[in-house]
């Protein structure tokens, strides 16, 4: 399902439409990360879209990346926190998709909302 559904996107996929900010629930390593990813610039909403956006936080996936700013939603996923040196979580990514083809859903039907934030993993 889930190929169907986003074939071009399954690696580097972000399971949001318009880019949200993480959650409050979200627990994140160190300040100088919360300070990065709290990061707002007055004249672009989508981190993906301002260039002095360094970090960005995929929430659905648990997952943290360097963004490549090539006019896409990409990132490099990091191991470890670039200001504290922290062992990040290892990625849901598979788990989600996993989760999702499990769901048995036709191509044209999203998954339930709570796979599109960090839901999914803590039910």
């Known amino acids: ?7 071009d ?7 949001f439409g318009d880019w949200q900010p993480p959650s ?3 627990v994140h390593c ?3 990360m919360v300070k990065a990813l709290e990061f707002d ?3 672009h909403i989508d981190p993906f879209e301002c260039a002095d956006s360094l970090i ?6 648990d997952e943290y990346g360097l963004i490549i700013h090539d006019g896409s939603a990409s990132y490099l996923l990091i191991d470890h926190c670039p200001w504290c040196g922290t062992r990040l979580p290892e ?9 999702v083809d499990a769901l048995n859903l036709a191509d044209d039907v999203e998954p339930p909302a709570k796979y599109f934030s960090g839901e999914w993993r803590r039910s």
């Open 56 to 61: 960005v936080y995929n929430e659905a996936m």
């Open 41 to 43: 610039c007055d004249q």
């Open 1 to 7: 399902m889930s190929k169907a559904l986003y074939p």
């Open 9 to 15: 996107r399954r690696v580097l996929w972000m399971p």
């Open 24 to 26: 409050t629930s979200a």
């Open 91 to 99: 990625s849901a990514r598979d788990r989600w998709f996993d989760e």
């Open 30 to 32: 160190c300040a100088a």
